[in-house]
């Protein structure tokens, strides 16, 4: 796990501790924290090379705010992988993941849910890291 | 009034071999309408009508109708034959016609879900009073079908959101405690203290949820023990000013009180600190460093008290204002993500204030601070002291 270069990744939160632990297990892999608690504070951070993937939270201030981003990060530059962390599933008993590929509409390459295993988020990366740069 | 409601129609199969008996009753239902001021609206009757048992399960299958006149003797079948295979039964109110009138064929019918009996031979006024009754049963059952709905919608909703509100700490503690499992900060416990810190922080804030919660599930059960006595409103805010000033003083907020020397209202002393600690709390968490809050006592005009808690505070926008009461709403911006709360203090702080015939009122202006204005009346004590004994 050496040579990563720093790769950026963009985490968008709004539990401060959730937000805190994903970074301490993610700086300890090597990658580089660009952080966010709110939809509208990662709107902004949404440009051409700011972060080569993005880990999101769905619910934030807006039940969809995860989606949204995810959208607008694909809108972008398809190519970065864009990982949705959700509850939403249990909760509600809403299932968006099985039924009829609906990553076509949700626009994210992955969706874990929480209560989320870092090793799970960790494997999720490298291998859409893995499979965008095409090595590994 | 009741011409201007608006008209609805309730589909009546009139099922009888007497051709006079179906032509009659059509007629008496012709133009008859009856009003339902509770419901908003006027019902009309449109009429079809079946000659014999096999046309009556011909006509129920073909669409099930609100209101079934049926006579009891019919030349192929009974009518309790009728209801025993007819589809969609109980969708229908049935009102059974007999000419024999026996305990018997009542017993019968009802427990195949008759609604009423008409004796022949029937006058036409009759036969409309039944019929108005059986409207007025039907709406009432649609009602109380529709309250049901909605009350299950809100209990899932509800069930939903408290899921996610216990989750979400239990997350964050189970993350800190995988993190310090894991040594991911070196072998130094000093390395771990801002975790523990934190879940210390979160665990509390679980507490909090949880005897929040209590305090709405006694409210709303009506089963919470009040004890009504005169209470001295100055006194109880001076306390709930005290118990707040630690939270006040880390925020470097100043409190102040504008009250009276005394103000009395007859209250549980429970609800009425309930009520101030909730303002004060509030005036105080959702406020700037170096804010102000002011709590305000004063008698009200019309006999009660007025409670007035204003704030130099971040404030709310019109769309935050609006959402204000709903229960676990907590307001999601930038300045609001440290604050922790349970989401429930406010539908707590209304609950608790209805029961003093009263109302909160608010006002707030984004970035400048907030108002909450409430009236209390004085709580009635019940007459015969009668405390609805607890159930073993």
Redesign the interface.
């Known amino acids: 796990m050496t040579d990563k270069n720093k790769i950026k990744i963009l985490v968008v939160e709004d539990d401060p501790d959730m937000m805190e632990q994903m970074k301490i297990y993610l700086e300890s892999e090597g990658y580089e924290v660009v952080s966010a608690s709110t939809q509208k504070q990662a709107e902004p951070l949404i440009k051409p090379g700011a972060f080569s993937a993005a880990v999101l939270d769905l619910m934030m201030e807006n039940p969809d705010s995860g989606f949204v981003l995810s959208h607008k990060i694909k809108k972008m530059d398809k190519k970065i992988p864009v990982i949705i962390v959700t509850s939403v599933t249990k909760e509600t008993g809403f299932y968006f993941d099985k039924a009829h590929d609906p990553k076509a509409w949700i626009k994210a390459d992955a969706i874990i849910h929480k209560e989320l295993r870092f090793e799970q988020l960790k494997a999720e990366l490298k291998r859409l890291m893995g499979a965008e740069e095409g090595h590994e | 009034m009741s011409d201007q409601l608006p008209a609805q129609r309730l589909d009546v199969l009139i099922v009888d071999d007497e051709e006079g008996m179906r032509e009659g009753a059509a007629r008496s239902l012709e133009g008859f309408s009856v009003p339902l001021p509770d419901f908003g609206e006027t019902v009309a009757f449109s009429v079809r009508s079946a000659a014999t048992g096999g046309e009556a399960l011909e006509q129920l299958g073909a669409k099930t109708p609100d209101i079934v006149l049926l006579d009891y003797k019919l030349p192929d079948m009974t009518g309790i034959d009728v209801l025993t295979s007819a589809p969609a039964a109980g969708d229908f109110l049935t009102i059974m016609i007999t000419a024999f009138a026996s305990l018997e064929v009542a017993v019968n019918a009802t427990k195949r879900g008759a609604f009423d009996f008409l004796a022949k031979p029937f006058t036409p006024e009759e036969l409309r009073a039944t019929i108005s009754k059986a409207a007025r049963s039907i709406y009432l059952h649609r009602k109380a079908r529709r309250l049901e709905e909605e009350k299950r919608q809100v209990r899932f909703e509800f069930i939903?959101v408290l899921?996610?509100e216990l989750?979400?700490p239990?997350?964050?503690v189970?993350?800190?405690m995988?993190?310090m499992k894991e040594r991911?900060?070196g072998p130094e416990l000093e390395a771990y203290d801002s975790m523990i810190e934190?879940s210390v922080v979160?665990i509390g804030g679980m507490r909090k949820l949880v005897l929040d919660l209590l305090d709405l599930t006694r409210l709303e059960s009506g089963k919470k023990k009040r004890l009504l006595e005169p209470v001295d409103l100055v006194k109880a805010a001076g306390l709930a000013i005290e118990a707040v000033t630690p939270l006040a003083e880390a925020k470097k907020v100043t409190l102040e009180l504008k009250a009276p020397p005394g103000l009395l209202i007859t209250a549980d002393p429970g609800e009425m600190d309930m009520i101030l600690s909730n303002l004060l709390t509030n005036a105080v968490k959702y406020n700037k460093e170096g804010g102000r809050a002011v709590l305000e006592l004063a008698a009200g005009a019309g006999g009660g008290v007025s409670i007035t808690c204003s704030d130099t505070g971040i404030g709310m926008t019109e769309t935050e204002l609006a959402k204000l009461f709903g229960e676990f709403v907590r307001m999601?911006?930038?300045h609001t993500?440290?604050i922790d709360g349970s989401g429930l203090g406010l539908s707590i702080l209304k609950k608790v204030v209805k029961l003093y015939g009263g109302e909160v009122r608010v006002k707030s202006q984004y970035g400048e601070g907030s108002s909450f204005e409430l009236t209390l009346k004085d709580a009635s004590v019940p007459a015969s002291g009668a405390e609805p004994a607890l159930k073993a």
């Open positions: 939903s899921a996610h989750k979400s239990l997350a964050a189970e993350g800190y995988h993190l991911m900060k934190r979160r999601k911006n930038e993500r440290n």
